[in-house]
């Protein structure tokens, strides 16, 4: 491992490492997290490929897949502090397998939310409608889960059912008589179903050429409904390493993992850029641990 410094002095660093998640999740201490959003393989059967870069997906057996899964998230519910939350990204292969596992393990009233993330991206289907969701399973570790709506409010959809005075959306209720007033300006909560955040296309800036890679906004809504600055974040699937990268940049405590040595470079590197970024900004963020990569030259870590 190798330490990284952006002039901030912390003797705790966050770190990204190279190793099997069911490892990392063992290792981790018991309430030591306030949030953990995992993005596993989802069982295709394939092989996932990028711009150069490629990993071999779990096999299409939702039984399998969820038997491996389940030791992984047994260790993320015991690692969770009281109030802290576990984020399943998965799609239609494996979700209502992994559900019925999470409404075992948590119990069904810790539940929170199925978040149905929309996007438009992609092929289309001559056998049937496009399949164009991924679902986001959200579990509290306890009755009483964080969560702070006023960080992740978007803007309010003209064209309502609800007349528009002065800025102000209205309605009547027609069995009391009672008004409601929603300021324009003041946003809203968002539902559980998310059509405004749009998967990467091999345009966007932030590709970093990784297979399955999500966008940064929509890991940035889930960990600021959830955590505040300061708070620790895992992932054990890190991929392209955008939970990491949102971490850093709100100014969570993160640890993150990957078994694929690809990813974890990919991962490095976008962390070391934006953390010299963030620096050069005037908002360095805390050390970085990383596994040594190769052709780096140490002398340019500090």
């Known amino acids: 491992m ?55 997906d779990r096999a299409d057996d939702p039984d399998a897949f969820v038997a ?18 576990l984020f399943l990204h998965l799609d239609y292969r494996a979700v209502h397998y992994a559900k019925v596992a999470l409404d075992r393990l948590f119990g069904r009233a810790r539940f929170v939310n199925e978040i149905v993330w929309c996007y438009a991206v992609g092929g289309k289907s001559r056998r049937g409608f ?37 800025g102000v959306q209205e309605k009547t209720d027609r069995k009391t008589g009672r008004v409601y007033r929603y300021p324009v300006h003041a946003g809203k909560v968002p539902e559980d179903w998310w059509t405004d955040i749009e998967t990467l296309n091999h345009s966007d800036r932030e590709r970093t050429g990784y297979p399955s890679q999500k966008p940064e906004r929509l890991v940035e809504r889930v960990l600021a409904a959830v955590t505040r600055e300061g708070d620790r974040v895992a992932d054990w699937f890190a991929g392209s390493g955008t939970t990491a990268a949102v971490a850093q940049r709100l100014g969570r405590r993160f ?34 641990e990383l596994p040594a990569l190769p052709g780096e030259d140490r002398r340019a870590d500090r």
């Open 68 to 85: 491996w899964l389940s030791p992984i998230l047994e260790h993320a519910r015991r690692a969770l502090v009281p109030a802290g939350s």
């Open 2 to 56: 190798r330490r990284v410094e952006f002039g901030r002095p912390d003797p705790i660093a966050d770190r990204v490492l190279h190793a099997d998640a069911l490892a990392i999740a063992a290792a981790t201490a018991d309430a030591s997290l306030d949030a953990i959003y995992i993005d596993p393989p989802f069982g295709t059967g394939t092989v996932r490929t990028g711009r150069g870069l490629a990993y071999a």
């Open 255 to 288: 640890t993150v993992a990957d078994r694929e040595r690809a990813a974890v470079e990919v991962c490095a590197r976008r962390l070391v850029s934006q953390g010299k970024a963030l620096a050069a900004a005037g908002l360095p963020p805390p050390p970085l």
């Open 130 to 166: 496009g399949r164009k969701h991924d679902t986001i399973l959200w579990y509290a570790r306890g009755d009483d889960w964080a969560f702070y709506p006023d960080a992740v409010r978007v803007a309010r959809r003209g064209g309502s059912h609800m007349r528009l005075v002065g």
